[in-house]
């Protein structure tokens, strides 16, 4: 079974979207995407999720782009930017872009995004980054941070910044945000089912290869991978280990294997009292009885890198030297007794339907061994979220996508963090995060970020269990997607050459 590494792969398949740049070259008419998890909302500034921010990519554009093979900042809708000091920046829009509604893009609509984005669930820690943002012309838009930011620009180039048009929100303050200036025009969404879209002939970076597009939710895996081999998708989101060889084994299809930017992890309550978890000693035990590569095999039948630091692997300023809690079951025991805890307890695990179900029993097993019994409390994905917002929960499990910023550590570690599921709150890590995001030299910003990673670690209010190899399954012939850094692939460019 061959298995190739991202970032080979990433220059292949990038290389391959300009390897058929001949006028006679012909491409299919409609390309069919099949996505396990189903769109909730239209609105970016709504929710931020992996399959929420692969879809806005489609039809949506933001001031800037991340380029997924080099890492550096490119543009989208600006041509250009400049700073004018630590906390000022003016971006120049591309004078031809334009709205599916007709509407040039503006900088009044940029300030209408940004006033709008504050009050956005997803997009308020984003947007209020700015002390003021000001049009100095229609092509031209000054922020002003309320202090230095080294992300800003990552920050920008994410799904949840796309600008939209107050021009569509005027005609329909409801549904405005259907309306975007990227690639794609929306054409029909039905819910839990299906989407479709248009190739939109007026945008700034040329048409797309391809004229149609249709995104499918199919949520089983299986199902996902017989509609790949019986044609009715073109590409297969999330292809489970065990349909791999079935894929290999057909002609027709391809399949390609990388190192995702999603992580799975085992988090606690840190502000939970009079439960064993709020022992520090306690946490460590558990991290020591934990077998990953266990949950890994059970799980994932192999694909995937047991994790450490709670961290992207391709974040800036990802620590790759930590020692971490390895597997140690007669470790954990005498952490268990210098706790307290030599006879053990009961453990509350509240976990998602579904495959994280598979990863409680695992763990469930493996704590047994030091006198811990493990009580799954299986939820569905509103339950989950209830619980944990509300802070409900003793431990649980979940996964994130981390982008490539530095300051994703905000959403996971800082006091209030949109992704903060531990609750976990330490002053000093606090300072630091503040510190770094503002620190320009690239050496003392990694030490900073090193040193958050270790505080972390002591206080270990999650235990990263592995990073996920993303397997995808695709018809021969398809290109034009870019496999990527962040939590989301950009699947915009995508074609299929028909022979």
């Not at 057909?250 to 190192?259: A, I, L, W």
């Not at 509240?350 to 029993?361: K, L, N, P, Q, W």
């Not at 030299?441 to 209010?461: F, G, S």
């Not at 990073?467 to 398809?478: C, S």
Request: proline share 3%; glycine share 8%; hydrophobic share 40%.
């Amino acid at each position: 079974m061959k298995k190739f590494i991202a970032w080979l792969l990433v220059a292949v398949m990038c290389l391959g979207t300009t390897a058929f740049a001949e006028d006679s070259v012909k491409y299919k008419e409609e390309v069919v995407i099949g996505l396990r998890q189903q769109v909730t909302t239209l609105d970016p500034q709504a929710l931020a999720n992996t399959a929420q921010n692969q879809v806005l990519k489609f039809w949506h554009a933001t001031l800037v782009d991340l380029n997924p093979v080099t890492n550096e900042i490119v543009s989208d809708l600006a041509e250009s930017w400049n700073w004018i000091d630590d906390t000022t920046i003016e971006f120049k829009l591309f004078e031809n872009a334009k709205f599916h509604n007709g509407e040039p893009v503006r900088a009044s609509d940029v300030v209408f995004t940004v006033n709008r984005g504050l009050e956005g669930v997803a997009s308020k820690s984003r947007m209020s980054l700015f002390a003021s943002v000001e049009a100095v012309d229609d092509l031209t838009v000054r922020f002003t941070l309320n202090k230095p930011n080294v992300d800003l620009l990552d920050t920008l180039s994410l799904p949840v910044c796309s600008i939209l048009s107050e021009k569509a929100f005027q005609d329909d303050p409801d549904e405005g945000f259907k309306v975007g200036a990227g690639p794609w025009v929306l054409d029909e969404f039905v819910a839990n089912d299906h989407m479709s879209f248009s190739r939109f002939e007026d945008y700034h970076f040329g048409p797309m290869k391809t004229a149609k597009l249709k995104v499918r939710y199919i949520p089983e895996d299986s199902a996902r991978a017989i509609a790949l081999q019986t044609g009715e998708i073109d590409l297969c989101e999330h292809v489970v280990p065990i349909d791999l060889p079935l894929l290999e084994a057909d002609d027709s299809v391809e399949t390609v294997v990388f190192d995702a930017p999603n992580c799975q992890y085992f988090f606690f309550n840190y502000q939970k009292e009079g439960v064993p978890t709020s022992n520090k000693l306690v946490r460590h035990a558990i991290a020591h009885a934990i077998n990953r590569e266990d949950i890994i095999m059970a799980c994932k039948d192999g694909y995937g890198t047991p994790g450490k630091s709670f961290w992207g692997m391709n974040q800036y300023g990802f620590y790759d030297g930590m020692e971490g809690y390895d597997y140690d079951v007669e470790k954990a025991k005498e952490l268990m007794a210098e706790a307290g805890y030599a006879d053990g307890f009961d453990l509350p695990l509240t976990v998602i339907s579904g495959e994280r179900v598979i990863s409680a029993e695992v763990i469930q097993a493996q704590l047994k061994q030091i006198g811990i019994n493990v009580q799954i409390n299986e939820v569905d994905g509103a339950g989950m979220s209830s619980l944990v917002s509300e802070g409900n929960f003793v431990c649980g499990l979940w996964g994130i996508g981390f982008n490539s910023c530095g300051d994703e550590v905000r959403r996971v570690y800082y006091t209030g963090g949109s992704n903060n599921r531990s609750w976990y709150t330490n002053p000093e890590v606090d300072k630091l995060i503040d510190a770094a995001v503002a620190e320009m030299d690239d050496t003392a910003r990694k030490e900073m970020y090193k040193e958050i990673q270790e505080i972390a670690m002591d206080d270990l209010p999650v235990i990263n269990l592995y990073y996920e190899n993303e397997i995808y399954g695709m018809v021969k012939g398809l290109g034009g997607i870019e496999w990527g850094c962040s939590s989301a692939n950009d699947m915009s460019g995508v074609y299929v050459v028909v022979e």
